[in-house]
């Protein structure tokens, strides 16, 4: 248990971030030409050129031959492993998209890769959120080196605020961006301690532990994504974090940079982890400069004032949005306190830049022709506090629904929130709004790599073994197949559960039987537990079937009892078309009490049992429901 927390769902006062990393120089390339975009299947003499970090000299770098996880790579001399091992337990990401955490261990050394959150399912009512199990990592946190954030999306680093702490504040590190959003979420929990987090640039070589990392750039829909090549004393184990490929992407990002990635594949490379969201899906999957085109057709056609409710995490569609606000003439109003500390941070880091007449006050939005006004604003989800929500059932300070506005809606839904953002698209359509559902602008669409990506990838990173991770059960298979059409055979494919381990030595991988703890850990209003299995049944059941309460008065000597009991019910069945069936259970409670033997009433628990079992086999016989049974023994 921990200590508690302010509900992150609490909205607070704004503040500006409390330390400012020096923006990132960005220097531009020149956008790919469309004949040099790749065009269906994977051209590997793109990479003829020699490979960065090959010395001058060496043998151009040939593609990898269809079998070739068989081809012996160089051997790396390497100390005696003193019998020690390479562990890597993924106990978040492979049975569902979210709670991504990944531990590796070798000896006493320990790093951590990611530490997200999932969103709730459906039959976990009260549940605000999941975080990794970390229970594995107890008296051993003196062994952890550091923890490695791949990219700032919650369900990588969601489950910061509630681990670091109880992990001592182990060193962190990512690039700037990831670590802006990290810390500015961070400032939401103020009895806790800075977080101990370090800037990273792409170029650096990490020393922690036995291990040496490196980082590599991808493309994904948040800038400042990056892969981990972790350097093992048992070998190069390479993890992606959540990627694509982007050849041509939007201005500030630079496409994946696959020279390092071939150079790293070309030293030898153990086992990849790689993002399995989209694996399933055949092809490419598009450019960010391609869903910047759909999103100007939206835009270009609205008539009207433009409502986009979309995440705060999806930076780099925010900046879409608004450079095409600035091209179509609009000013932008944005609401929601996450949405503008995330855009501030992004300004301030160099990532979106607009004109400072670009961002106006949400209270200004009515000095503005429609046509000439957007909003930006959270919601899409159809959470109850978000602007979007209050926009539409007209509780918004500033903005009213008006004729002729557009909504763009930026999901697919959260399962769970479908029939909330179907009654909310109801009511903006009522109040006379276009409604538009743009699934381009999801975080799980657009930015994950399809089949064809995760082909390239294998070729370049020419692993031994492979991983998948990052999604469903199922979409790890679908991944898994993806691996194999490229030539790889079954039982150098690792599809574990969460927490199961697989270890390495001597260069051969075996996915054990062993299983680290991995069940949910809740996030539930201001605390965490993963003790609340209880409570999740018991809401369960309530939510079912509802809850009978049995008040029993007895006199503490005799047992005997003193009045009629009374029987509350919730959520059961309705009371006065039950009037027989109440009565009949009131003279059946009394009758229990009266019969029981008042000697062994030093302990009230006896007699509350047997009023349970009694009156939850009777009511099951007259209605086949099972609702909770409160019985409630009042001495006196
Ligand atoms: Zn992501």
Not at 90 to 118: K, P
Not at 467 to 487: C, M, Q
């Amino acid at each position: 248990m921990m200590t508690t927390q302010k509900n992150p769902h609490t909205p607070h006062t704004p503040h500006p971030p409390s330390s400012t990393p020096a923006p990132r120089p960005f220097v531009a390339r020149p956008p790919l030409t469309s004949t040099q975009r790749p065009q269906g299947t994977y051209q590997p003499r793109v990479f003829r050129a020699p490979v960065t970090g090959t010395p001058v000299g060496a043998p151009p770098f040939k593609p990898a031959l269809p079998k070739h996880y068989l081809r012996p790579t160089t051997p790396i001399v390497r100390p005696a492993n003193e019998g020690k091992k390479l562990r890597i337990m993924v106990v978040g990401g492979l049975e569902e998209v979210g709670r991504n955490c990944t531990f590796i261990e070798y000896g006493d050394d320990i790093i951590i890769i990611d530490m997200g959150l999932q969103f709730p399912e459906e039959d976990m009512p009260g549940i605000d959120y999941i975080i990794p199990n970390i229970s594995y990592l107890k008296g051993k946190e003196k062994n952890i080196r550091g923890v490695i954030i791949t990219h700032a999306h919650y369900d990588h680093i969601g489950g910061i605020p509630h681990l670091i702490p109880v992990l001592g504040y182990p060193p962190m590190y990512g690039l700037p961006l990831t670590n802006a959003i990290i810390k500015k979420r961070q400032e939401d929990y103020k009895n806790l301690s800075p977080l101990n987090i370090h800037n990273l640039n792409l170029k650096d070589k990490l020393k922690l532990g036995v291990f040496e990392l490196e980082f590599f750039h991808l493309n994904h829909n948040i800038p400042d994504s990056m892969g981990v090549v972790v350097n093992t004393p048992e070998g190069v184990v390479v993890h992606t974090g959540d990627w694509k490929f982007d050849y041509q992407p939007v201005a500030g990002d630079q496409p994946a940079d696959l020279q390092k990635i071939a150079r790293i594949g070309s030293e030898g490379v153990l086992a990849l982890l790689t993002d399995s969201t989209n694996a399933s899906q055949s092809g490419h999957q598009i450019s960010e400069s391609e869903i910047g085109t759909n999103l100007d057709d939206i835009i270009g056609k609205a008539k009207g004032r433009l409502i986009i409710g979309t995440f705060a995490s999806l930076l780099s569609r925010i900046k879409q949005i608004v450079e095409i606000a600035e091209r179509t003439g609009r000013v932008i109003a944005v609401d929601g306190f996450s949405m503008k500390s995330n855009i501030e941070i992004a300004k301030e880091l160099g990532y979106i830049k607009f004109h400072p007449k670009t961002i106006i006050d949400i209270k200004n939005v009515d000095n503005f022709p429609p046509n000439k006004v957007m909003i930006i604003c959270t919601g899409a989800q159809g959470e109850k506090n978000a602007s979007l929500m209050r926009i539409a059932n007209g509780e918004h300070r500033s903005v009213r629904l008006m004729e002729g506005d557009t909504v763009v809606f930026s999901s697919s839904v959260i399962p769970g929130n479908e029939r909330t953002v179907q009654r909310l698209k109801d009511t903006l359509f009522r109040k006379g709004a276009e409604v538009i559902h743009y699934q381009m602008m999801d975080v799980h669409a657009g930015g994950h790599a399809k089949a064809d990506d995760v082909k390239l990838m294998i070729r370049l990173i020419n692993p031994k073994y492979f991983v998948p991770i990052e999604g469903n059960h199922f979409l790890l298979h679908y991944n898994a197949k993806v691996a194999e059409s490229t030539g790889f055979a079954k039982d150098h494919i690792f599809i574990g559960d969460n927490g199961q381990v697989m270890e390495f030595q001597n260069g051969v991988g075996v996915l054990t039987k062993e299983k680290i703890p991995a069940d949910y850990v809740f996030v539930d209003g201001l605390g965490v537990s993963d003790e609340t299995n209880v409570v999740m049944r018991d809401r369960q059941l309530l939510a079912e079937d509802g809850m009978v309460v049995i008040i029993a008065t007895v006199d503490s000597k005799t047992g005997k009892m003193i009045q009629n009991p009374d029987i509350i019910s919730r959520g059961f069945v309705f009371l006065k078309e039950h009037k027989e069936l109440i009565e009949d259970l009131r003279h059946r409670v009394k009758k229990v009490v009266i019969d029981s033997d008042p000697l062994s009433w030093a302990d009230t628990n006896n007699i509350r049992n047997k009023i349970r079992d009694y009156v939850g086999q009777f009511l099951y016989t007259k209605t086949e429901k099972r609702p909770m049974i409160l019985p409630v023994i009042i001495e006196v």
